[in-house]
């Protein structure tokens, strides 16, 4: 069972878009939610994350919003280039000595030129 | 900076034999995280330890165990390799446990045949 739901599974936007991904959590425990930007055979890198005291962090053309109570969370790029295309993954990470990443099933982008 | 540095690269096996995956983290960082990411899968965390010992456990099959050394570097050992074991592997370093950033290395693909 997928703790962390991610969707859509694949999205194409063109060059200059916005790309919007969404991600849900059911566990209460968790209390910090990384995006990472994976390209093909290469590692998951960290894009931008939150923690459910904020409800918006933006970094560049990088946007997390994030509404505690409904359990969701979401990230938006902004003016979409052709080199963002790749796949992106939501996580979450659970409080507590436990630090390991639960990841949405993540998605593919493609920014069209 | 350096980065997270995974050896081998890439790894072809036949079914039933053993593997060992090397991981060195960044410099300084403590805490060693390894996940399996199968093909269009996303990546699910196996195991992780923290200054040399194991710190949690999640889906690794008894077949596999793995270490981290006094150099904090750490083998992932696997046996009786099986067609389904074949993913990519990727290990994760971070500065002491309680940190949520994870610095993914570049992962090694493993084939069995």
């Known amino acids: 069972q997928q703790q962390v739901k991610q969707s859509p599974q694949s999205l194409i936007v063109q060059k200059g878009g916005i790309s919007i991904i969404n991600c849900a959590y059911e566990?209460?425990?968790?209390?910090?939610f990384p995006w990472y930007q994976q390209f093909p055979g290469k590692g998951p890198a960290l894009l931008i994350a939150?923690?459910?005291?904020?409800s918006e962090k933006k970094e560049g053309r990088f946007t997390i919003s994030f509404n505690k109570s409904a359990k969701q969370f979401s990230l938006h790029i902004m003016d979409s280039q052709p080199g963002d295309s790749a796949t992106y993954f939501c996580?979450?990470?659970?409080?507590?000595?436990?630090?390991?990443?639960?990841f949405g099933s993540g998605t593919q982008l493609t920014v069209l030129p | 900076a350096a980065g997270v540095i995974q050896s081998p690269r890439h790894l072809i096996k036949e079914k039933r034999e053993t593997a060992t995956l090397k991981c060195y983290p960044i410099?300084?960082?403590?805490?060693v995280y390894w996940y399996q990411q199968g093909p269009g899968q996303d990546p699910q965390f196996l195991i992780s330890?923290?200054?040399?010992?194991?710190?949690d456990k999640g889906s690794i099959p008894d077949r596999f165990s793995a270490q981290q050394f006094s150099d904090y570097h750490s083998e992932l050992n696997m046996s009786s390799l099986e067609l389904g074991d074949s993913a990519l592997y990727f290990c994760?370093?971070?500065?002491?446990?309680?940190?949520?950033?994870?610095?993914f290395g570049p992962g090694t693909r493993l084939l069995v045949l």
């Open positions: 330890f923290y200054e040399k010992m194991q710190s």
């Open positions: 566990n209460t425990a968790f209390d910090y």
């Open positions: 994760a370093s971070s500065l002491g446990r309680s940190q949520e950033t994870q610095y």
């Open positions: 410099p300084r960082h403590d805490t």
């Open positions: 939150i923690r459910p005291d904020v």
């Open positions: 996580a979450a990470l659970e409080e507590g000595s436990a630090r390991q990443l639960t």
